[in-house]
Antibody
Framework: QVQLVQSGAEVKKPGASVKVSCKAS????????MSWVRQAPGQRPEWMGW????????KYSQKFQGRVTITRDTSASTAYMELSSLRSEDTAVYYC?????WGQGTLVTVSS | DMVMTQTPLSLSVTPGQPASISCKSS???????????LYWYLQKPGQPPQLLIY???NRFSGVPDRFSGSGSGTDFTLKISRVEAEDAGVYYC??????????FGEGTKVEIK
């Protein structure tokens, strides 16, 4: 069965960076794109970006352009999302998703 | 960006009664490949969204048949024929025809009386 397992919760100071991983299993990793979506408390989900796991091509939301980098390691069937220049408004649960399948979420807290 | 507008924003339903949620997009979600990229999710507290319906009207694996989706172009509806207690949560519509970005509706909170 398809599983997406994310790395654990993070606490970061403003200005720092965070890198969240998403390990996929149960399917051929390079066959499907992976998106990253975040959800602040009480808010709707917000799409951040996408990677073609086969060729590594990426697309990013304009809102996060320049601050977000999505990569993948095909040998480890793992996708990564790195967000830099963190601010308090980036406090949210971050998900990797293949549309039908979602990781369990990673809480990133930005606080001084 | 594509705007997704859901109504109502909250709904209180008696078990066994039907429920309906509307989602309107600011542009057509019909792709040149013939598919319409509109999805419905249910999110329960502390969980990721779970896919109910994909491409307007297709139930995802394991989703009960009391859930159905319909619509075309810019107007879409999710219906629950007979609400059960486990259907409580926040329902989101989402579009993926425009990339970037995908966009979600603001959510409809369904409470079971």
């Amino acid at each position: 069965q398809v599983q997406l397992v994310q790395s654990g919760a993070e606490v970061k100071k403003p200005g720092a960076s965070v890198k969240v991983s998403c390990k996929a299993s149960g399917y051929t990793f390079t066959t499907y794109a992976m998106s990253w979506v975040r959800q602040a408390p009480g808010q709707r989900p917000e799409w951040m970006g996408w990677i073609n796991a086969g060729n590594g091509n990426t697309k990013y939301s304009q809102k996060f352009q320049g601050r977000v980098t999505i990569t993948r390691d095909t040998s480890a069937s793992t996708a990564y999302m790195e967000l830099s220049s963190l601010r308090s408004e980036d406090t949210a649960v971050y998900y990797c998703t293949r549309v039908a399948y979602w990781g369990q979420g990673t809480l990133v807290t930005v606080s001084s | 960006d594509m705007v997704m507008t859901q109504t109502p924003l909250s709904l209180s339903v008696t078990p066994g009664q039907p429920a309906s949620i509307s989602c309107k997009s600011s542009q057509s979600l019909l792709h040149s490949d013939g598919k319409t990229y509109l999805y419905w999710y249910l999110q329960k507290p502390g969980q990721p969204p779970q896919l109910l319906i994909y491409e307007v009207s297709n139930r995802f694996s394991g989703v009960p048949d009391r859930f159905s989706g319909s619509g075309s172009g810019t107007d879409f509806t999710l219906k629950i024929s007979r609400v059960e207690a486990e259907d409580a949560g926040v329902y989101y519509c989402m579009q993926s025809i425009q990339l970037p970005p995908w966009t979600f509706g603001e959510g409809t909170k369904v409470e079971i009386k």
